[in-house]
């Protein structure tokens, strides 16, 4: 165990690199210096600081580059409450940014079985999957892959290039999106996601999945939404009943 001595040195260490950071002597994406550098600096034992530097990598404070060191985790830009349901575009406005569209590929497909259980589907109805790269700023950060039915979208999808697709939805018919369910899945890796925005092997990915429903329950949208993790944040809030 560790002796309240080495505690107290090891909390010193997690407290003054948070202070050093947040008065700009360590700046976002700033490469510490070495172990043995630091753990002179802060005249503690390499045991010690190995355990600062474990803790505020574990509260994303620090991200280490495979075969480079330790770096200062750039604090997301937006973060959301994942219990109130908003569109990407929204997100992006809420932080004061522009959201735009650079990239889209719309593409009609027959349902699968799994499709056809999910959705309300009409005879010969087609089933639309829309791709994009959704940029704040002009820079890349979501890549959505939206699956709806035809009939739910407006006839010119040009206009997605500017508009969410909760608004596209909604303008084109009488549907109003009022809930959803959805799961976050943490990925390190997407060939695919992580090539189109950008980012590559150090920079992590957060997969929202949503089904997407009416308030009487016909289910209308599924997305699958992968977010830069140094752009995005989610979080919950939990009340005792």
Known sequence: MMTIARQQH????????????????YNENDRLPSD?????????????????????????????????GLFINPKPIFTSGIEQLESVS??????GMEPGTIF??????????????????????????????????????????????????????????????????EQAGDV?????IAHIEPVGYDEEASSIL??????????LKQRHYTEDGEMVLYSKNYFRADKFSFHVVRKRV
């Open 10 to 25: 090891y909390l010193r260490v997690i407290e003054t690199m948070k202070e050093m950071i947040e008065s700009g002597i």
């Open 36 to 68: 043995l550098e630091l753990a002179q600096k802060f005249d503690v034992t390499r045991a010690t600081l190995r355990k600062a530097l474990t803790a505020l990598e574990d509260e994303r404070v620090l991200i280490r580059r495979h075969g480079l």
């Open 90 to 95: 929204a997100m992006i406005e809420n932080a």
């Open 104 to 169: 889209m590929d719309v593409s009609n497909t027959d349902p699968t079985d799994d499709c056809i259980s999910q959705f309300d589907f009409d005879e010969d109805e087609k089933l639309v999957t829309i791709k994009r790269v959704r940029t704040a700023d002009g820079d890349p950060v979501v890549y959505c892959i939206d699956n709806l039915l035809s009939k739910y979208l407006p006839n010119e999808t040009e206009e997605l290039f500017s508009v969410s697709i909760f608004d596209a939805i």
């Open 176 to 180: 109003r999106i009022d809930q959803a």
């Open 198 to 207: 950008r980012c590559g092997v150090d920079v992590p990915l957060l997969v």
